[in-house]
Nanobody
Framework: QVQLVESGGGLVTAGGSLRLSCSAS????????MSWFRQAPGKEREFLST???????YYDDSVKGRFTISRDNVQNTIYLQMNSLKPEDTAVYYC?????????????????WGEGTLVTVSS
């Protein structure tokens, strides 16, 4: 059974850092690329980053240089290290899995979603 569960969200001040985790079912990394999306109230769900089965990573320009996606296969977990956070980063962050990776992942091709974790960045 495929399960994705995010954790690590919370309140942080602008300029600070936060690390999100996504716990995946044990087989997920054998078959799926993993991604992070976010969605702010009233906004579309936005692609942030993806990590391919090969380990190659891709980032949206909005977070490039500030966020880092990584994978820990022994723990079946992916992470999103978020640095230099801005108030506009405030959103619900979602872990996702899909059978492909590249510079841009559409939410429409995502096969599995986590429940989301809220990140709030205060001024």
């Amino acid at each position: 059974q495929v399960q994705l569960v995010e954790s690590g969200g919370g309140l942080v001040t602008a300029g600070g850092s936060l690390r999100l985790s996504c716990s995946a079912s044990g087989h997920i990394f054998n078959n799926y690329a993993m991604s992070w999306f976010r969605q702010a109230p009233g906004k579309e769900r936005e692609f942030l980053s993806t990590i391919a089965r090969s380990g190659n990573t891709y980032y949206d320009d909005s977070v490039k240089g500030r966020f880092t996606i990584s994978r820990d296969n022994v723990q079946n977990t992916i992470y999103l290290q978020m640095n230099s956070l801005k108030p506009e980063d405030t959103a619900v962050y979602y872990c996702a899995a899909q059978l492909g990776a590249g510079p841009k992942i559409s939410a429409r091709v995502v096969e599995y979603w986590g429940e989301g974790t809220l990140v709030t960045v205060s001024s």
